[in-house]
T-cell receptor
């Protein structure tokens, strides 16, 4: 069964705007990661936040984690057309296994 | 070299064919993974190899047969597939877990093989 549910399923914004996507999960985790996938391609790791962290930044990315609510959010600031992709959260509670959320399809228009 | 290379990029096969998907990495990673991804869905884990041994099989049908000949190579042998097996098959790898810290399990993905079963 899916560990994570993401919302929105799809998001369309204009270049320069911020994009926020949310992820909820069901069980305890060691860490939560976000990945990006361009259409029909492999996934690329973006950022990892540990279960004892609440917020993390990397460039234009900001991730928050609320373990009491079992939820995370990914904020992309000043979006660009090149940010158009699907974004997946992934949780890890075992050394060898990631479980992916349902994903958010982001479309950034000029 | 930070790449995971998958071949072929595209594959069309009949239900009676036997084919293989290949995956290669030279990053010294000791865990390798096969995922199946249908359109507009997240990747679903199929198999995990850790130090060339199968450690996780997510109840995958026997018509999919994984093989890890060495620490750099991972194969997925396909036989008697069904049309519903058509999907993007992704390979990934991750670094060895440090002994003293919790594994991050950051995975590095190949571009995938787009498989169509007729």
């Amino acid at each position: 069964s899916q560990q994570g549910e993401e919302d929105p399923q799809a998001l369309s914004i204009q270049e320069g705007e911020n994009a926020t996507m949310n992820c909820s999960y069901k069980t305890s985790i060691n860490n939560l990661q976000w990945y990006r996938q361009n259409s029909g391609r492999g996934l690329v790791h973006l950022i990892l936040i540990r279960s004892n962290e609440r917020e993390k930044h990397s460039g234009r990315l900001r991730v928050t984690l609320d373990t009491s609510k079992k939820s995370s959010s990914l904020l992309i600031t000043a979006s660009r057309a090149a940010d158009t992709a699907s974004y997946f959260c992934a949780t890890s509670n075992q050394a060898s296994k990631l479980t992916f959320g349902t994903g958010t399809r982001l479309q950034v228009t000029l | 070299d930070t790449e995971v290379t998958q071949t072929p990029k595209h594959l069309v096969m009949g239900m009676t064919n036997k084919k293989s998907l290949k995956c290669e990495q030279h990053m010294g990673h000791r865990a390798m993974y096969w995922y199946k991804q249908k359109a507009k869905k997240p990747p679903e884990l199929m198999f995990v190899y850790s130090y060339e041994k199968l450690s996780i099989n997510e109840s995958v049908p026997s018509r999919f047969s994984p093989e890890c000949p060495n620490s750099s190579l991972l194969n997925l042998h396909l036989h008697a597939l069904q049309p519903e097996d058509s999907a993007l098959y992704l390979c990934a790898s991750s670094p060895p877990r440090p002994r003293t810290t919790m594994s991050k399990n950051i995975q590095y993905f190949g571009a995938g093989t787009r498989l169509s079963v007729l």
